[in-house]
């Protein structure tokens, strides 16, 4: 069964950097494209970022790009947002889900990325929290 788990979530000031991590047990982790995805309380779930499954094709939310860099490592099964600069409006549940590649070849757009109806597996998410 495949397991998402997430980590680094934390209290921080606005202006500081954090680093998430997304681990992918239960399945080849080069099988899934794998995404982030943020909800605050009362509001919808915002696509953060997305890295395919060869770590070579990226997208960002609008309000991340520039800030937010995703990695992953395929030798250790976990993905990395590395986020800066985060603001006060930015305190959400960060979570990470995975997509079963099915054309590995594919050309895959932005737009496929950013649905969080396409992902098949998530993580139950971390909090970070960012304060004046």
């Known amino acids: 069964q495949v397991r998402l788990v997430e980590s680094g979530g934390d209290s921080v000031q606005a202006g500081d950097s954090l680093r998430l991590a997304c681990i992918i047990s239960?399945?080849?982790?080069?099988?899934?494209?794998v995404g982030w995805f943020r909800r605050a309380p009362g509001t919808d779930r915002e696509f953060v970022a997305a890295?395919?499954?060869?770590?070579?094709?990226?997208f960002y939310g609008d309000s991340v790009n520039g800030r937010f860099t995703i990695s992953r490592d395929n030798a250790e099964n976990t993905v990395y947002p590395q986020m800066s600069v985060l603001k006060r409006e930015e305190t959400s549940v960060y979570s990470c889900?995975?997509?079963?590649?099915?054309?590995?070849?594919?050309?895959?757009?932005?737009?496929?990325?950013?649905?969080?109806?396409?992902?098949?597996?998530w993580g139950q998410g971390t909090q970070v929290t960012i304060s004046a």
């Open positions: 239960g399945g080849t982790f080069t099988n899934y494209h």
């Open positions: 889900a995975a997509d079963s590649v099915m054309a590995p070849n594919a050309r895959y757009t932005e737009s496929y990325f950013r649905m969080p109806a396409m992902y098949d597996y």
């Open positions: 890295i395919n499954w060869r770590g070579c094709t990226t």
